[in-house]
Structures are given as structure tokens and as C-alpha cells.
């Protein structure tokens, strides 16, 4: 009776048709060059350990050849292929060919040589960064190139974990990684996004049309300034910046928009900041403001709590002068920013040198004074307040063509 030997593609055939039609395997041999000995080449090593880690498996490296088993491996890689040539031996030795080679030169010229065969717009190129948190208890490591995991800006919101930092650099035209990097765990965005820019000159200057970097804010800073005039850039300018308060003012005041849809306008000025000449659009929008109207009411109710514990504090307190009470409810209401000072009233305080209940012929010691307030929303400030929050978080600047040299134009 004919023995059955059952073998199990389930998924795999994808994503091993999806590594074959681009290429990569000839691609990674390429720049792994294989050894004539090796029973199987680096590119096929790594598309290995690519269908392993998609494989749904939970287990170690090392334990790759029980894995492909069950798997049909004429179809997945060529005829000849077993399970275990992918022992822990060869995959170790690729992965240190591939350290020795660079991990991330090697993801961007791999990413980028599919780019260019699937013709895949590189004009725009997106930076962001996240950060990953992890649990458990982690040995300093030996190696002077190792990441540390530590403490550091949450932004999973997890600040009681230690964490590591991921920098992906994508195309606009289909989010195509181009370039990741693991950063230690308290890396700031600022560091990580001077040292893409300076990284991304060269390739930018070999291009033959004009390419332009995309991040948020952090990007744009005095420290990266030198690296950006020779960019084509686009962001968020800081808030910051006193600059960008005068540019918010001047488009409310001058009000010359232009009408980008039915919700959303713009106002676009040309100025030299940083020793770089650059266009800055104030971007106004209904969902801008809608979200401004709530920011400015929960802002104003957290100010409203706050002030009624400063005048409970306040009317506790007695004052020898009128002008020493008077002082401090003033030093309390200029720190009011969506309130103002309603009424207020100083009322005496008799202190009588002996004790008990005071007589008509008690001797008087001192007059303390007991001042009372109240506050109120101050209207004229809401309105201001939400319309340029409407504008915050929505200024852009472009590199220009050219630079100009003195104080920004306004």
C-alpha cells in the first residue's frame, strides 16, 4: 500500500510568490555572495526566516528546519531544498553576513531596487517615528552597538516600561518602507530625524528629479537648519516659535485667504528664517476649529476649578493693609488667562486685646482686612483664543528655490 505524505502550503505560496517575483533572493545574493559549498545561498536563507516569522510560529530561530517539515519546499524556494539545510549554523552565518554587510543599507537598497521595478513615486518620503514597550527584566548588553532598552517618551503611553524606538522612513505613493532603524529607548525625535536628514543629503542630490522629506515638527529645528537648506522639505513649524504667533496674527488681521474646499482655507507668506528662504502656509479649517472650541472649554473649565481653590485660599487669609489684599488678588488674577475679576470686596476685621467675647469698652489691638471675589469668563478673550487655535497646528514650510539673507519678511 502507497505510503501518503501529506505537506502543507497553507499561506506561504504568497508570500513565497510575492519574494520570487520581486526578486529578492537574486537581489540578497547579489550583495551576500554565496559560497560555492553552500547548500543554499544568504537569499534563501533570509527568505526562510521571512516565511518562518510569517508562519504563525511561536519558535526560536534555531528550530527553523521542524517548521518547514510539512511545508512543500520545491514550491516555496527550488527542487533540491530540505528542512534542514536551514539549521541554526546557516542562519547564523547569514545574519552575520548581513550585520557585517549593515542592516539598514541593506532594507534601503533593497526597498529602493523594488521601488524603482514596481514604478513607485519617490518624489515625497515620509519620517516618523514610535516607540515599542516591553516588559520583563533586560542585562545590559556588551556590545557597544546594541540598543539599550530603558525609560523614555511613551508614545503608547506606557511610561512605566521600558521601551525601544523604531524610525521608518516610507514613500507617499503606497507607504513602502525604505528605511527602519532601532534607536535606544530614550532617543529623541530631534536627534533621530538630524541624523536621517544628513543620511538622505547624498541620495537626494543623485536624484534626478526634485525629492522631498516629510516629518512633523521635530524636524525643523536650528541644529538641523544647515541640513535642510540643502533639502526639499515640508512641515510643522514648531508653536514655539515667536515667529509663528506673528505669522498667525498677521493672516487673522490682514484676512486674505484663499479658499482651498467648502471647509478649509489658507493664507501663504514667503519668508527667510534660519538663513533658508521658505514658504509658510496658516491653514484654517471647521474641523480645526471645532476641535479648538473644545480644547478652549475644557481649558477653561480646568482655569474655572482652579480659581475657585485660589479664592477659597483667598478668603481664608487675613490682610494688615488694604493694599497688601489688594496685592494679592491681583497677582492671582493675571495668571487668569479665559477669566477676569467680577467683584471684589475688602471687609474689616476687628482684633480685640483681650479674650472671650468682645464689650462695647473692649480695647481694639488691630484692623485685618478679609478680601472677597469672584471671577468670570472673560468673553472678549474666547473667541481670539479659539480663532487662533484654529490656525495652530496647521503652518507648513516648503524649501524655496532660493536663499535669502536678513529678518523674515512679514
Known amino acids: 500500500m502507497a505510503s501518503v505524505h501529506v505537506e502543507r502550503l497553507d499561506h506561504l505560496g504568497l508570500i513565497a510568490c510575492m519574494i520570487k517575483d520581486v526578486g529578492l533572493i537574486s537581489m540578497i545574493d547579489a550583495r551576500l555572495v554565496p559560497d560555492e559549498q553552500e547548500e543554499i545561498t544568504p537569499g534563501e536563507a533570509v527568505a526562510g526566516m521571512i516565511l518562518n516569522g510569517l508562519g504563525f510560529a511561536n519558535r526560536p530561530l534555531s528550530l527553523t528546519p521542524q517548521f518547514f517539515t510539512n511545508k512543500p519546499l520545491d514550491l516555496l524556494f527550488r527542487p533540491g531544498v530540505r528542512a534542514e539545510m536551514f539549521n541554526r549554523f546557516k542562519l547564523g552565518r547569514t545574519l552575520d553576513e548581513v550585520h557585517a554587510y549593515g542592516c539598514d543599507l541593506l532594507f534601503s537598497e533593497l526597498a529602493l531596487t523594488v521601488c ?25 548588553e556588551s556590545d557597544e552597538h546594541a540598543i539599550r532598552i530603558t525609560h523614555g517618551y511613551s508614545k503608547d503611553h506606557r511610561p512605566d516600561l521600558k521601551q525601544a524606538v523604531l524610525e521608518l522612513l516610507v514613500s507617499q505613493d503606497g507607504g513602502v518602507p525604505l528605511v527602519s532603524k532601532s534607536w535606544d529607548g530614550n532617543t529623541s525625535d530631534t536627534q533621530i530625524f538630524k541624523e536621517r536628514a544628513e543620511a538622505l543629503m547624498a541620495a537626494f542630490a543623485r536624484s534626478s528629479t526634485p525629492r522631498y522629506l516629510v516629518a512633523d515638527a521635530k524636524l525643523y529645528t536650528e541644529d538641523t537648519a544647515a541640513t535642510l537648506a540643502t533639502l526639499g522639505f515640508i512641515t510643522r513649524i514648531p508653536g514655539t516659535l515667536k515667529l509663528v504667533s506673528r505669522v498667525i496674527t498677521q493672516a487673522l488681521q490682514w484676512d486674505r485667504w484663499h479658499r482651498l474646499d467648502e471647509t478649509t482655507r489658507y493664507y501663504g507668506l514667503e519668508l527667510c528664517h534660519y538663513g533658508m528662504a521658505q514658504r509658510w502656509l496658516v491653514v484654517s479649517s471647521q474641523a480645526a476649529m471645532e476641535r479648538a472650541e473644545a480644547s478652549i472649554t475644557k481649558a477653561q473649565q480646568r482655569e474655572w476649578d482652579a480659581i475657585e481653590k485660589q479664592l477659597v485660599h483667598l478668603h481664608a487669609k487675613r490682610f494688615e493693609t488694604p493694599e497688601a489684599a489688594q496685592a494679592a488678588l491681583t497677582a492671582l488674577s493675571k495668571a487668569w488667562r479665559y477669566h ?34 469672584q471671577g468670570r469668563p472673560a468673553q472678549e478673550v474666547g473667541p481670539q483664543a479659539t480663532e487662533r487655535l484654529r490656525c495652530h497646528g496647521h503652518h507648513y514650510a516648503s524649501r524655496p528655490r532660493e536663499r535669502w539673507r536678513g529678518e523674515p519678511r512679514l
Open 340 to 373: 477676569q475679576l467680577d467683584t471684589s470686596q475688602l471687609i474689616d476685621h476687628k482684633r480685640y486685646a483681650c479674650k472671650g467675647r468682645p464689650t462695647p469698652t473692649s480695647p481694639l489691638k488691630a484692623m485685618a482686612g478679609q478680601m472677597h471675589a
Open 116 to 140: 524603482a521595478q514596481e514604478s513607485i513615486e519617490q518624489r515625497f518620503h515620509h519620517l516618523d517615528t514610535t516607540s515599542f514597550s516591553l516588559s520583563g527584566d533586560y542585562v545590559p
